[in-house]
């Protein structure tokens, strides 16, 4: 693995590109991050992911990876002795690859809806969000992470997501504390690995960020 | 083998990817027929978050969404394998697989919906058909030349997608517009390596004009 030439096409506030970023850090894989300009995508990108033309995506010895989960999976499969992310028992396997595609079907969305939206539509959101909360503090349970005792798939899937609950509580105007106390827990224990610890933004930049993003979509 | 069972209805392209999975694999299961207009204690149970189906049962423990199922099935049963074993071609294969399932939806919506929605769908539609036209250019199997993964991922597109268009009479696949993708999708059906998996299309065809019309007839 010595003469591994790894290449990471990333995006700061991506919570997509923070798992890769997390995954490559566990796994202690050296690695050269481009960050992208979404509104002026580098041919590189284009050329690598010409079908979804997003970040983040993984190039490994000039071959692509796209799609962060996909991305992660092929992380742990390539640089398997260190710091496993999936499980070994194919049902427990089953599990965290139900709650990775849970996340990205149910929380992204329902997250994404309570800063661009307003009302009712955004009352609405709040609700479908603090709900998705309550669901995965359910699946995480007594554990101190999703993968157990340590760090896991899901656990990767999902921290990214915490650096911009600042911003989602500021235009939501309520508490992830108040609501679900055992879910920020569970983010302020991971936040405590350097993997993570480096690799998520700082909470003030998101909200700056999407600041920006409401005017330029004349949210305000 | 342990106690495997199947919660689905015959004609969902979801449940019959995983049919598609144990068969390869020669798996015995029993199949429990649901009732969606009237969801059964059993489903709700099982799958909580989405009360879809399928959800498949092995030794009783549930795992839900078509596309985890079929990679449990491939790690917990012997036989031949339905992932290849390079980790950039299953990096490959979940591309491909999760790009197909994904677009399954604006898909669904041409034939569901209608007016605007309708319009929508259909250029997503489009879209989708186009990257699928270029990437099956002179290919059979989405990967390494061998049927895997992505090609059971492929069935709505490959079958289902033929049949709505016959149902309904909404014609998006033309061999002017889509001269690659029917090509692949004529081998597709008619090789004999999957036409023994696939469900018999004078029968889905029969069902989904029945489903079609009586949608029709309510909306009136």
């Known amino acids: 693995m010595a003469n591994d030439e790894v290449i990471l096409l990333d995006f700061w506030p991506s919570m997509f590109g923070m798992r890769l970023r997390i995954a490559l850090a566990e796994k202690e894989v050296k690695y050269e991050s481009k960050e992208e300009d979404l509104r002026n995508k580098s041919p590189l990108l284009l050329q690598m992911n010409p079908v979804h033309k997003k970040i983040p995506v993984l190039i ?61 539509e955004q009352e609405a959101a709040k609700k479908d969000f603090i709900e998705c909360l309550k669901v995965l503090e359910g699946a995480l349970g007594e554990k101190p992470f ?75 | 083998m342990g106690d495997v069972k199947l919660l689905g209805l015959w004609y969902s392209p979801f449940v019959h990817r995983v049919e598609w999975a144990l068969k390869i694999k020669g798996v015995e299961y029993e199949f429990i027929e649901e009732n969606l207009q009237n969801k059964s204690p059993l489903l709700l149970e099982s799958n909580p978050i989405h009360k879809k189906i399928p959800v498949f049962f092995h030794n009783g423990k549930p795992i839900c969404e078509s596309m985890v199922i079929v990679e449990y099935i491939d790690e917990a049963f012997e036989g031949p394998s339905i992932l290849p074993k390079d980790p950039y071609d299953r990096a490959i294969a979940r591309f491909w697989a999760k790009f197909l399932d994904d677009k399954l939806q604006a898909i669904g919506k041409t034939f569901f919906f209608k007016g605007e929605e309708q319009e929508k769908a ?25 049927f895997g993964f992505a090609d059971i991922a492929a069935n709505f597109v490959g079958l289902w997608l033929g049949v709505f268009e016959e149902a309904t009479g909404i014609v998006l696949v033309t061999r002017e517009k889509f001269p690659n993708f029917c090509a692949w999708r004529d081998e597709y059906i008619n090789c004999t390596q999957n036409k023994e998996y696939l469900p018999p299309r004078d029968e889905l065809l029969a069902h989904f004009q029945a489903r079609f019309q009586a949608a029709a007839a309510a909306s009136k």
């Open chain 2, 122 to 146: 259909k250029g997503e539609a489009y879209e989708t058909l186009k990257v699928l036209d270029n990437e099956v250019k002179d290919k059979k199997f989405f990967v390494a030349d061998k």
């Open chain 1, 60 to 120: 490994h010895n000039g071959k692509p990876i796209c799609e962060s989960i996909i991305a992660v999976e092929y992380i742990d499969e390539v640089w398997k002795d260190k710091a496993p992310l999936l499980p070994t028992d194919p049902y427990e396997r089953a599990q965290a690859r139900f709650w990775a595609d849970y996340i990205d079907k149910k929380f992204f969305d329902s997250g994404r809806k309570i800063w661009t939206t307003k009302g009712e």
């Open chain 1, 146 to 220: 999703f993968g157990g005792d340590n760090l896991g798939f899901v656990d990767v899937a999902l921290i990214g997501f915490y650096s911009w609950f600042f911003a989602y509580e500021t235009y939501g105007n309520f508490s992830t504390e108040a609501e679900c106390p055992k879910f920020v827990t569970w983010a302020k224990r991971c936040m405590q690995r350097d993997s993570v610890a480096k690799s998520l933004p700082d909470q003030h930049k998101v909200l700056e960020f999407v600041q920006t993003l409401r005017k330029k979509y004349g949210i305000e």
